[in-house]
């Protein structure tokens, strides 16, 4: 008789019954983490991807509520810094109780665009190297060089690998990754934003929107065309806040300057009356 093992005799050995129960609960805790997690914190919506991305807060709400603790090994490391050149490869093991339950893999590297490169008003007169001319979202017209300072961003590099290998390891609890995917962007924007930190009132006057119906339109203008619109914009949850930024320099401009006339209303954040409008 032969002790090879098949589909078939695998399906003989299992208990149907046992199966369908387990598959309800799976379903059970699925909608309890659903429930759970709020949008924004602990997930978000990346568009172009069918399911909402679990952000490291939720992956830690989730381990919480499963009992769940994180051990984390480093597969591989490199850190050379005369190359200025950094990766990591980490598995994280997710244990309840002793006992290892999922696991998950993740890297990071300093040759990822994010951290490789860095978008800057003007060239600096110093500069050697490529550059090349982009225009954002908002329309505004930026220089990406490369980044002189990636030693910087050693440990930020270091988190990422292991949020990665987080995020993988929690998508394997209770079939998570049918109702979540897996986030890679999550922390780390910090470049993008220190850029909006930086933000000057003329770059603000003419950041322009990328949707809806007054795509295309520089703020400065929005704001004497369609006061309500930009109220409306201005209270939104799902504004973009650099959007909310430069709309609030605007009107602090606006009032500074005394520039306002009998037949114009300029928006008023704290107005946040009336516009049903849709994006």
Same mark, same amino acid.
């Given at each position: 008789m032969s002790n090879e093992i098949n589909a078939l005799s695998i399906i003989d050995t299992v208990e149907i019954d046992n199966i369908a129960n387990t598959m309800a609960k799976i379903q059970q805790m699925q909608n309890v983490v659903q429930k759970t997690l709020k949008k924004g914190h602990d997930f978000g919506e990346v568009p172009g991807t069918s399911k909402p991305t679990l952000l490291k807060p939720g992956g830690e709400k989730i381990c919480m509520l499963f009992g769940l603790n994180p051990e984390y090994e480093f597969l591989k490391t490199i850190e050379d810094y005369d190359k200025e050149f950094f990766s990591y490869n980490i598995r994280c093991t997710l244990f309840r109780n002793g006992q290892p339950v999922a696991q998950g893999v993740g890297s990071c590297n300093s040759k990822e665009k994010k951290y490789r490169y860095i978008n &800057?008003?003007?060239v600096p007169e110093n500069y050697v190297g490529q550059s090349e001319e982009i225009t954002d979202k908002y329309g505004r017209v930026k220089y990406k060089i490369n980044n002189s300072d990636i030693c910087s961003l050693v440990n930020t590099i270091l988190k990422m690998a292991k949020k990665r290998a987080f995020i993988d390891a929690v998508l394997q609890v209770a079939s998570l990754s049918e109702v979540f995917t897996q986030d890679v962007e999550d922390m780390g924007d910090f470049i993008q934003q220190e850029q909006d930190a930086t933000l000057t009132l003329e770059q603000a006057k003419n950041l322009k929107l990328n949707f809806g119906k007054y795509k295309g339109t520089a703020l400065n203008d929005l704001v004497h065309k369609d006061a309500g !619109?930009? $109220?409306? +914009? !201005? %209270?939104?949850?799902?504004?973009?806040? &650099?959007?909310?930024? %430069? +709309? $609030?320099?605007?009107?602090?401009?606006?009032?500074? /300057?005394?520039?306002?006339? =009998? @037949? @114009? @209303? =300029?928006? $008023? =954040?704290?107005? &946040?009356?009336? !516009?049903?409008? /849709? =994006?």
């Amino acid at each position: 008789m032969s002790n090879e093992i098949n589909a078939l005799s695998i399906i003989d050995t299992v208990e149907i019954d046992n199966i369908a129960n387990t598959m309800a609960k799976i379903q059970q805790m699925q909608n309890v983490v659903q429930k759970t997690l709020k949008k924004g914190h602990d997930f978000g919506e990346v568009p172009g991807t069918s399911k909402p991305t679990l952000l490291k807060p939720g992956g830690e709400k989730i381990c919480m509520l499963f009992g769940l603790n994180p051990e984390y090994e480093f597969l591989k490391t490199i850190e050379d810094y005369d190359k200025e050149f950094f990766s990591y490869n980490i598995r994280c093991t997710l244990f309840r109780n002793g006992q290892p339950v999922a696991q998950g893999v993740g890297s990071c590297n300093s040759k990822e665009k994010k951290y490789r490169y860095i978008n &800057v008003d003007k060239v600096p007169e110093n500069y050697v190297g490529q550059s090349e001319e982009i225009t954002d979202k908002y329309g505004r017209v930026k220089y990406k060089i490369n980044n002189s300072d990636i030693c910087s961003l050693v440990n930020t590099i270091l988190k990422m690998a292991k949020k990665r290998a987080f995020i993988d390891a929690v998508l394997q609890v209770a079939s998570l990754s049918e109702v979540f995917t897996q986030d890679v962007e999550d922390m780390g924007d910090f470049i993008q934003q220190e850029q909006d930190a930086t933000l000057t009132l003329e770059q603000a006057k003419n950041l322009k929107l990328n949707f809806g119906k007054y795509k295309g339109t520089a703020l400065n203008d929005l704001v004497h065309k369609d006061a309500g !619109y930009c $109220d409306w +914009l !201005y %209270a939104g949850d799902k504004t973009d806040p &650099v959007i909310k930024k %430069a +709309l $609030d320099m605007i009107l602090k401009d606006a009032t500074e /300057q005394n520039d306002k006339t =009998p @037949e @114009e @209303e =300029p928006f $008023d =954040p704290d107005d &946040v009356h009336k !516009y049903d409008g /849709q =994006p």
